[in-house]
């Protein structure tokens, strides 16, 4: 099968080069020509253009897989749509905010395609280790882009399509509303092993028999164990934690419908505090984890503390 990857970052870039080595043929677009250039080494074809990468497809059927991030999606849309035939399908790989990703839809297919949402989670192992990922869209066009799905999910992920459009971002939103959540209380929990009234408690070693038939053993707990592991006091890392969209939307739609999220907003509050320099060992933790999953910056640069790349990708 015939895929175009525009957006050859972190998560991109993996997608293109899975695809690429299981035999599928793709075309590799991002306005970096280094990672063009990475692409090509995979496998990929390298395109200048949108326009090219129309070319290149000629009469086969145009499937773009979209992976920038969400701020950038209405715009990168709008131009695809002034040069793709009718019956292409575009998947919006990245974290949009699902009623956007609902509008997309529409406006996809009164151009005479189709928009499907696929929230992908990963991060930095999705090469290795696979992809979860959580569709949404027409079930025809679902249909038509399964094999490549599949391949994506290997060898220990998986995908499945939860309903019409945005299903499979508001899937996706949940995940990572939850995963705040989780975070911060592994976070709280090491800080209360390092601050408590115990010192010295070796904290990898903890973490590491938490991981062995306790109740919280969790990737989350693997991640947080090596990291205080490799540095037990986060030296360099000053505990400034971004928000990313998703949990913002979440708290939006709970209480749009009167449910109350009290774990999950006051883990978004605790980013939101550190941004301000209300920071801790347990905020350098879940900076810590972000790292280790996303490939995030271990520190925030200034004035990029609310984005919409995602934590999860």
């Known amino acids: 099968m015939k895929i175009a990857v525009v957006g050859l970052g972190k998560m991109g870039m993996q997608i293109a080069r899975k695809l690429s080595e299981a035999g599928h043929s793709v075309v590799g677009l991002d306005p970096n020509k280094e990672f063009v250039d990475q692409a090509v080494s995979y496998g990929a074809s390298a395109a200048e253009s949108r326009e090219d990468v129309v070319k290149q497809f000629g009469d086969?059927?145009?499937?773009?897989?979209?992976?920038?991030?969400?701020?950038?999606?209405?715009?990168?849309?709008?131009?695809?749509l002034k040069i793709a035939p009718k019956g292409s399908i575009f998947i919006d790989g990245g974290n949009t905010d699902f009623r956007k990703t609902q509008r997309h839809a529409e406006t996809v297919a009164a151009a005479g395609s189709q928009l499907l949402d696929v929230g992908t989670s990963g991060g930095v192992w999705l090469y290795e280790v696979g992809a979860a990922m959580m569709a949404g869209g027409d079930e025809t066009a679902y249909q038509t882009v399964l094999p490549i799905l599949e391949i994506l999910a290997k060898p220990s992920g998986k995908v499945a399509r939860f309903g019409g459009s945005g299903a499979g971002q508001y899937v996706k939103m949940i995940h990572n509303a939850i995963e705040y959540g989780m975070m911060q209380s592994l976070a709280e929990g090491y800080r209360m092993l390092k601050d408590g009234p115990?010192?010295?408690?070796?904290?990898?070693?903890?973490?590491?028999?938490?991981?062995?038939g306790s109740v919280i053993r969790s990737w989350l707990n693997e991640l947080t164990r090596d990291a205080v592991k490799a540095n037990p006091e986060l030296d360099g890392i000053d505990g400034k934690v971004?928000?990313?969209?998703?949990?913002?939307?979440?708290?939006?739609?709970?209480?749009?419908?009167?449910?109350?999220?009290?774990?999950?907003?006051?883990?978004?509050?605790?980013?939101?505090?550190?941004?301000?320099?209300?920071?801790?060992?347990?905020?350098?933790?879940?900076?810590?984890?972000?790292?280790?999953?996303?490939?995030?910056?271990?520190?925030?640069?200034?004035?990029?503390?609310?984005?919409?790349?995602?934590d999860s990708k």
Not at 60 to 80: K, N, R, S
Not at 199 to 211: F, N, P, S, T
Not at 271 to 283: I, P, Q
């Open 198 to 212: 115990y010192q010295g408690i070796d904290l990898g070693e903890a973490g590491d028999v938490w991981e062995h």
């Open 60 to 80: 086969e059927q145009l499937i773009v897989w979209i992976m920038i991030p969400a701020d950038f999606v209405t715009g990168e849309l709008d131009e695809w």
């Open 242 to 310: 971004a928000e990313s969209g998703e949990c913002r939307w979440t708290l939006e739609v709970a209480k749009e419908l009167g449910i109350a999220l009290p774990a999950t907003q006051a883990a978004f509050d605790v980013r939101l505090a550190s941004l301000e320099g209300d920071v801790n060992f347990a905020t350098k933790i879940v900076a810590a984890q972000r790292n280790a999953f996303g490939g995030h910056a271990l520190n925030v640069a200034p004035g990029t503390g609310t984005s919409t790349s995602g």
